[in-house]
Nanobody, 121 residues
Framework: QVQVVESGGGLVQAGGSLRLSCAAS????????MGWYREAPGKQRELVAG???????NYEGSAKGRFTISRDNAKNTVYLQMTSLKPEDTAVYYC???????????????WGQGTQVTISS
């Protein structure tokens, strides 16, 4: 079994910072792409930031310059450092990972349960 668990959400004032963490555990051989998505009320889930196993990153437009995604491959963990937070960043943030299981050869997509991030004005 494989689990993906996020932590670090909460309520902060505009201009503040938060750090989200996401750890994958279980029968993992390797993890390819990892990313953070968010889903605000009434909106579609969108990719905020992603990172490959080699460390290449990409960001959604409003996240560029404010958010930083990183990963620790030894710990199967991905982080999202968020700064200069705005009320429009309020959403449920989901971790996403493409995982190859032990004794497997194909990667499958796994999602975390989501963590609420609320930014007050």
């Amino acid at each position: 079994q494989v689990q993906v668990v996020e932590s670090g959400g909460g309520l902060v004032q505009a201009g503040g910072s938060l750090r989200l963490s996401c750890a994958a555990s279980g029968s993992i051989f390797s993890i390819n792409f990892m990313g953070w998505y968010r889903e605000a009320p009434g909106k579609q889930r969108e990719l905020v930031a992603g990172i490959t196993s080699g460390g290449s990153t990409n960001y959604e437009g409003s996240a560029k310059g404010r958010f930083t995604i990183s990963r620790d491959n030894a710990k199967n963990t991905v982080y999202l450092q968020m700064t200069s937070l705005k009320p429009e960043d309020t959403a449920v943030y989901y971790c996403y990972a493409e995982i190859v299981k032990v004794s497997g050869s194909v990667s499958y997509a796994y999602w975390g349960q989501g963590t609420q991030v609320t930014i007050s004005s």
